[in-house]
């Protein structure tokens, strides 16, 4: 297959790394990858904040960017922009009465998985360990994220993938359905009680003993890494795509340094 | 849309208790310092929780009910003038009289008025939310007439001079030891020797409220349903008092607001199976109350309806906010809610608080009232309160759509736009073509050298402070995804 990557903006600047391990999966099950270079950004942050009209610009670049015949399926590595996509493209375009704009976008956004999605449903993974190579001898624990979880209803895609990872030591994360209080502009602008939510995500995550919590949106995973940071906490966030990625032979990179565990198989 | 009785051409926005005094993060910020109430509401809301999906899960057929619930809740909408009139004409002809009322003001005389006929100086009151919104106690009291609440939540805050924080267990922020403290110091003649103990403190509450039962000519209640195609009134409740204030009195005072209609007495039966499971975690409810107009020899001889609108047309006018009319007042929306889990109800300044209040308050108010048009703003988006609704409002997107009606409320009114409207319009610019994000990518090495050697940032300006009030940013990398791939993967080529 041809599959068009969107990186997505904060992952683009923030977390190379995690588009980078996405196109190396697709690589090694056979696929090949293409980077429409028109792309920026899903929008998501003025929807949500209400800012509709600056939303049109943005929204009307993604779609330019993705509305070719040239792949036959585009990925994000990221739930809440594959969700924003799929769920406010359409809406913005009608809120500026686009018609045409409406159409593009619901045809790009029909066609567009998150990574854990097409992994599972269109690509037909089941054992990442044995499909992928995928080994990370580490603790780890899961984060899901409220847009994957509830808007693209992803089920146990992303935690089944992880638990057939070869020597991962998976740890269930208590109250993981709770938001972690990221929420974009609503971690500025409620900042009290984004901190709140984030300092009982935090404690839940050290409960598990993990070294590492992951999940599949970069910017829960920002957030969590932030609040865990300035708390001095030695646990670090990774993105699942990272760890899929992982092999023996390659291993991720994780910065800081990371508590190495006797990894388990699960299997 | 089509009008409706007694509706004029503008909408009328809500009055009453519905406007927030401060906005939701001063007011939240004060509420979170709260170590107690936050201990009380993470308990009960966990408990609640548990035991909503435990008995939801028990239903093969839950998801078919919400749809169910949705879709009548919807053509209620669609019809609401016709099914007004209807109802009237079938309540009516049974010896009732119904009343209307614009807004808060309006239906708080009304009552007034109907309570002063009867010469009577007290009254006793079911738990009803129209009449908190309305503040209905407060006016009462002002014109010398004393309600006295008969549930038992609504009894401790009114003894406590306190204010409901939850719908449906408005004394959610309260413990046991709390509500002991509150009978010793405000219940004529209760035992000096209360202990905290939930029987004992049932039983002191109990003793106080029978003489008021016994001794009331009118009663005040709200409604959790009406049907139209028999004209007959519903009130849902656990504890039997309602039963007690509805059968009693001589003199029966419904408030309600115009949204609560169902068209036949079939559609009840979807929503008796909703509403208590979401609401309590109940298989079934208790006491389900219905009454049909006047009967001969039995119940009260004098039955009224106040019918109100404030603000309900305002947000039935509002096409994507409509749906908010379909709530039920379950209370699962804010069970599930993690702001309100940590807040409280207080901090949202309206009888409604949670998810369906921050987006029921500004639609009835009008965005433009003032500290209203902070609600929006106080949710995450994370949509837990959309999986628990049992009417299927999709509240994230009815917030995402009041927020942008802010925004737009606002332009061009400000002299100077604020921070937040120059961030958007530049992060505009920038993330609408690849090409400028590209080039803004450029920069990411000087935010490296902001970040210093311990490779994070804990400090920005302005808005973003609130990000480093408790977080850190990474340092960014050398190189954006962008580049590796132009470099490694276009180069290649
Ligand atoms: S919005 Fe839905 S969940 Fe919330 S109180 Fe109303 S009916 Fe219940």
Request: with cysteine; charged share 20%.
């Amino acid at each position: 297959m041809r599959i068009a990557l969107f990186a997505t903006c904060i992952v683009d600047a923030m977390y190379p790394a995690t588009a980078q391990a996405t196109v190396k999966i697709l690589e090694r099950l056979g696929h090949q990858v293409v980077f429409p270079s028109g792309q920026a950004c899903c929008g998501q942050m003025h929807v949500n904040s209400g800012y509709l009209k600056e939303a049109v610009p943005v929204v009307a670049n993604h779609v330019a960017a993705f509305d070719t015949d040239d792949y036959d399926a585009a990925v994000a590595p990221s739930g809440s922009c594959v969700a924003s996509v799929k769920h406010q493209h359409p809406m913005v375009a009608r809120s500026c009465g686009d018609a045409a704009l409406e159409a593009r976008a619901t045809a790009v956004g029909s066609k567009t998985y998150e990574l854990s999605e097409l992994l599972v449903d269109v690509l037909g993974v089941t054992d990442a360990g044995a499909q992928l190579g995928s080994y990370f001898p580490h603790r780890v624990t899961y984060h899901p994220s409220c847009h994957g979880m509830r808007l693209l209803k992803l089920g146990d895609r992303q935690s089944r993938l992880l638990t057939t990872v070869q020597g991962i030591d998976l740890a269930e994360l208590p109250e993981a359905d709770q938001c972690c209080g990221f929420g974009g502009t609503f971690s500025m602008k409620n900042a009290d009680v984004s901190s709140a939510m984030l300092a009982d995500k935090t404690a839940n995550i050290a409960v598990t003993g993990a070294s590492l919590c992951t999940g599949g949106d970069a910017s829960c995973l920002m957030h969590i890494g932030g609040g865990l940071s300035r708390q001095g906490s030695t646990v670090k966030t990774l993105h699942l795509a990272e760890i899929l990625a992982s092999t023996m032979a390659e291993p991720a990179s994780v910065t800081g340094e990371v508590r190495v565990t006797t990894g388990k198989a699960t299997r | 849309m089509s009008t409706f009785l007694g509706m004029p051409a503008l909408p009328v926005y809500g009055t009453g208790n519905l406007h927030a005094a401060e906005s939701f993060p001063k007011a939240a910020h004060r509420e979170l310092g709260n170590a107690q109430l936050r201990a009380n509401l993470g308990h009960a809301t966990h408990t609640i929780r548990d035991k909503r999906l435990q008995v939801v899960s028990e239903l093969p057929d839950w998801e078919q009910l919400r749809d169910a619930g949705s879709a009548i809740k919807e053509s209620v909408m669609a019809r609401l003038p016709e099914l007004l009139e209807q109802f009237e004409a079938n309540f009516t002809a049974r010896g009732g009289v119904i009343h209307w009322a614009r807004d808060a003001d309006e239906a708080n005389q009304v009552v007034a008025g109907l309570i002063r006929d009867t010469g009577e100086t007290e009254v006793v009151k079911v738990k009803s939310m129209a009449t908190q919104e309305i503040g209905l106690n407060e006016y009462l009291e002002e014109q010398g007439i004393a309600a006295y609440e008969t549930d038992l939540a609504e009894l401790i805050v009114q003894l406590d001079h306190d204010k409901p924080s939850h719908i449906l267990v408005p004394a959610i922020h309260k413990n046991r030891s709390q509500v002991r403290d509150i009978f010793l110091r405000e219940m004529e003649g209760v035992d000096p020797e209360l202990t905290d103990e939930p029987a004992r403190l049932a039983a002191a509450a109990r003793a106080h409220l029978r003489r008021k039962f016994l001794t009331a000519k009118v009663a005040v209640s709200g409604a959790n349903f009406a049907l139209a195609d028999s004209g007959t009134l519903a009130v849902v409740e656990s504890e039997g008092n309602g039963r007690m204030c509805l059968t009693l009195p001589e003199t029966l005072i419904t408030v309600m607001g115009v949204e609560k209609l169902l068209p036949t007495w079939q559609d009840l039966e979807v929503f008796m199976q909703l509403l208590p499971r979401s609401s309590t975690g109940e298989r079934m409810n208790p006491y389900t109350s219905l009454w049909t107009g006047v009967t001969e020899g039995d119940g009260p001889r004098n039955v009224h309806l106040v019918l109100l609108d404030n603000g309900r047309s305002a947000a039935l006018a509002d096409e994507m906010g409509r749906s908010a009319l379909h709530c039920i007042r379950c209370s699962a929306c804010m069970n599930v809610c993690p702001v309100y889990e940590r807040t409280g109800g207080h901090a949202y300044g309206s009888t409604y608080p949670g998810p369906i209040g921050a987006i029921l308050s500004p639609l009835m108010t009008g965005i433009q009232a003032e500290e209203n048009s902070s609600l929006p703003y106080a949710s995450s988006l994370c949509g837990a309160c959309y999986d628990a609704c049992p009417v299927k409002i999709n509240i994230p997107d009815i917030l995402v759509h009041l927020r942008s009606v802010d925004v737009d409320s606002k332009r061009g009114t400000k002299k100077i736009p604020t921070q937040m409207d120059v961030g958007m319009k530049a992060a505009s610019w920038a993330l609408s073509s690849g090409k400028r994000l590209g080039l803004l990518e450029k920069g990411l090495p000087l935010g490296r050298l902001a970040a210093g050697p311990d490779k994070k940032i804990t400090k920005l300006p302005g808005i973003a402070a609130g990000w480093t009030q408790s977080r850190d940013i990474p340092a960014p990398p050398a190189q954006s995804f962008r580049d590796w791939w132009a470099k490694e993967k276009d180069g290649r080529k």
